[in-house]
């Protein structure tokens, strides 16, 4: 299959999982649990997406070291926006959160700047 094919599903699948996400921890925020637990359920399943179209791609690029170290920082940024939606679910205070706030914020952007190539080695 072509590069093509797996790249731009990943991308956009991205883009949903970063406002489902968002969206996902307003809605523990609001205690809406229906809609929340819903919503939650499509981020993890976009978890595995995720996880599978870029194993899909760094085997089609035959496995370049940036990509690797992308591939794991992108999987730190899932850790963390996991973490984030399970301890607001439980009602952790927002000081308990802070850390994982961070973890997602710095390798979001790590992430994206990687993704484009304003990163590289």
Do not use: C, D
Request: glycine share 4%.
């Amino acid at each position: 299959m072509p590069y093509s094919a797996f790249y731009h599903p990943h991308a956009y699948f991205w883009m949903v999982l970063i406002v489902l996400f968002l969206m996902t921890f307003y809605l523990y925020r609001a205690n809406i649990a229906k809609g929340a637990k819903i919503t939650h359920m499509v981020v993890r399943l976009l978890y595995v997406i995720m996880v599978g179209t870029g194993i899909t791609l760094l085997y089609l690029i035959q496995f370049p070291a940036t990509h690797i170290l992308k591939a794991v920082i992108a999987i730190i940024l899932v850790y963390s926006m996991e973490m984030i939606l399970v301890k607001t679910k439980k009602g952790f205070s927002q000081k308990m959160l802070t850390s994982y706030w961070l973890i997602f914020l710095v390798t979001l952007v790590v992430v994206i700047l990687l993704g484009y190539r304003v990163i590289s080695f």
